[in-house]
């Protein structure tokens, strides 16, 4: 069974920054992508960040993209997604989801592209 546990949520200030963990079991990590979604309340859900084991790839959504990085630990089956210079809009329920055999070529970046997904974590950003 695939599970996927999100950490590391929290509150932070404006400017601060928080570690997203997510936690994979119960299916071969290095042939998945594991991608970040957020959503907010009255928002629709928006990727933010995906990373493709297979060969490294990486995307970030325009709104986060310098401020956020997306990484992999494949001894531990996590990918974490560092997040920097954190914005009050940054505030959102984080999700991370995983779907496996997109080797090569575009990365998934509608959430309907996936099929599994975690619970999710709270950011909160304080001005």
């Known amino acids: 069974e695939v599970q996927l546990v999100e950490s590391g949520g929290g509150l932070v200030q404006a400017g601060g920054s928080l570690r997203l963990s997510c936690a994979a079991s119960?299916?071969?990590?290095?042939?998945?992508?594991i991608g970040w979604f957020r959503q907010a309340p009255g928002k629709e859900r928006e990727a933010i960040s995906c990373?493709?084991?297979?060969?490294?790839?990486?995307w970030h959504a325009d709104s986060v993209k310098g401020r956020f990085t997306i990484s992999s630990d494949n001894a531990k089956s996590t990918v974490y997604l560092q997040m920097n210079s954190l914005k009050p809009e940054d505030a959102a329920f984080y999700y991370c989801?995983?779907?496996?055999?997109?080797?090569?070529?575009?990365?998934?970046?509608?959430?309907?592209?996936?099929?599994?997904w975690g619970q999710g974590t709270q950011v909160t950003v304080s001005s």
């Open positions: 989801a995983a779907v496996e055999g997109i080797v090569t070529g575009a990365l998934p970046l509608q959430g309907r592209e996936y099929d599994d």
């Open positions: 990373f493709r084991n297979t060969d490294g790839s990486t």
């Open positions: 119960g299916f071969t990590f290095r042939d998945y992508v």
